[in-house]
């Protein structure tokens, strides 16, 4: 028998509403998330990463399927504290980096409090120690940063007190969803650099979920395209990017997909119309699974052509 992942989900669906008025946001979505590595989530706007996301944060229970934290159902953790320790363990970085940090409270403030009520320093003096370490283990001046407020931070600054903040509760797993998408476009890397320095030093287990399918390598190990709430591709980054096989990769691989639209495909008629034929197609619901390679594998495309 195969050993527990850290956090697994099984069969996972959502579906919000009922009846003619029911979305299904995600189909039979599988995969194991392990220390010290990551996967990259990642599709177009609606395709379901951040309601992926959301199922791993607790906030949402599937309708079908499990997510299993060390082998235990997470909507079945023992009582409160086993609901807390769980929280606790996922920590969320979001796309907006001002919008999750409070303009009336100082950095200092951001991180001694999570570090406090978690009780991982026991005195103020080590809890000033610790602010100081996470903020040097991001990129940050603790001697300036620490007394600075929100509104006087640069986006990647804040972003990094947002890692900073995740981190001070010593989680297992991160969830940063879209994490750069909001930052200038020259310091993306740089963020994109640190998660990977964190997830590697810290070991810990990372989702990065995003419409870019360009960035995955500089962060993950292992990739999941995902359409239409399923997952089409997935297995070793370097062989869903380098040697992609379902025709929706392909696609995603072929164009920069802006964020705000849905991507349609750019250019001569004919890619345009073979865009169309791939998102239809990709849309239908199927569980015949295709192995590509030793880790790689593809939802099987009825009815369309394999280049
Ligand atoms: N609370 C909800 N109620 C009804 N439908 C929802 C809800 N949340 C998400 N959906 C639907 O589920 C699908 C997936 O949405 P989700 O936000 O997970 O996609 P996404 O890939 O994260 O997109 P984006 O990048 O735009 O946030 C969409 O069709 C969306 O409209």
Redesign the pocket.
Known sequence: MTEAALLELQGVG?R??AGDHA????RDVTFRLQPGRAIALV????????????LIAGLYRPTEGQVRFRGTDVTAQAGRAGELAYRRAVQMIFQDPFASLNPVFNVSHHLSRPIRLHGHAATAKAVEARVAELLRWVGLDPDIAAIKFPHQLSGGQRQRVNIARALAVEPEILVA??PTSMLDVSIRLDILKLLAETKAARGLAMLY?T?DIATAAHVAEEIVV?FA?QMVEWGDTAAVTGAPRHPYTQLLLSAVPD?DVKLRGTGSGAFQARAEAIRTASRQATDSIVTVGPNHFMRAAPGLSLQ
């Open positions: 959502m919000f509403g979305v299904t946001a995600l599709g177009e706007s609606g395709c379901g990463k951040t309601t992926c996301a959301r969803d879209e979920i419409h995902m709430g964020p």
